[in-house]
T-cell receptor, first 118, second 113 residues
């Protein structure tokens, strides 16, 4: 079966420090990968998605970047964190082909990283 | 603009009662809808989905109803249990956007013993 792992679960970082959140998926090949951010008590905002190695699409302009160095690895980064970067960051995957219109397979989420920028 | 939103931010029910969580969407081109459940400190968990060519779909203790005329989606939970307490999100996707889901703000369901 497929599993998704995110780490760390919680993180407290000072303003101006760098960030690296990692997400890996097991049990599937060539998944579509996503990074979402969730503000407290709010819905999910899509930040980045990737349909393959090295292919990153950004949904909103921001202080963050994403990379996909391996098929099942997705990394969220920042060179200098802002206070507004605080939030709950969720990685998700969907089977290959969903982005091409086969939308019967929903997103599967990791358990998230709670980031607090102080 | 296009949006997916929920009618009520909170819902409190008694254990054993049925729960109904509502969701409105504004884009008539939306053709795939999903309900997610998110427990505190965890990622959203898939509950049930429905395509726009259906009006109703049933799962274990859950039913999703889709009214395309008024662009309304609901999640019904039968015999609500304390373990059902969570935030419930509806999400919609349009075929032209591939698998990029748009999420509503969420409804906090609290089940009282």
């Amino acid at each position: 079966s497929q599993t998704i792992h995110q780490w760390p679960a919680t993180l407290v970082q000072p303003v101006g420090s760098p960030l690296s959140l990692e997400c890996t998926v097991e049990g599937t090949s060539n998944p579509n990968l996503y990074w979402y951010r969730q503000a407290a008590g709010r819905g999910l905002q899509l930040l980045f998605y990737s349909v393959g190695i090295g292919q990153i699409s950004s949904e909103v302009p921001q202080n963050l970047s994403a990379s996909r160095p391996q098929d099942r690895q997705f990394i969220l980064s920042s060179k200098k964190l802002l206070l507004s970067d605080s939030g709950f960051y969720l990685c998700a995957w969907s089977p290959a082909g969903v982005a091409q219109g086969d939308y019967n397979s929903p997103l599967h989420f990791g358990n998230g990283t709670r980031l607090t920028v102080t | 603009g296009e949006s997916v939103g929920l009618h009520l931010p909170t819902l409190s029910v008694q254990e054993g009662d049925n729960s109904i969580i509502n969701c409105a969407y504004s884009n008539s081109a939306s053709d795939y809808f999903i309900w997610y459940k998110q427990e505190s400190g965890k990622g959203p968990q898939f509950i049930i989905d429905i395509r726009s060519n259906m009006d109703k779909r049933q799962g274990q203790r859950v039913t999703v109803l889709l009214n395309k005329t008024v662009k309304h989606l609901s999640l019904q939970i039968a015999a609500t249990q304390p373990g059902d307490s969570a935030v419930y999100f509806c999400a919609e996707m349009r075929e032209t956007s591939g698998s990029r889901l748009t999420f509503g703000e969420g409804t906090q369901l609290t089940v009282n013993p």
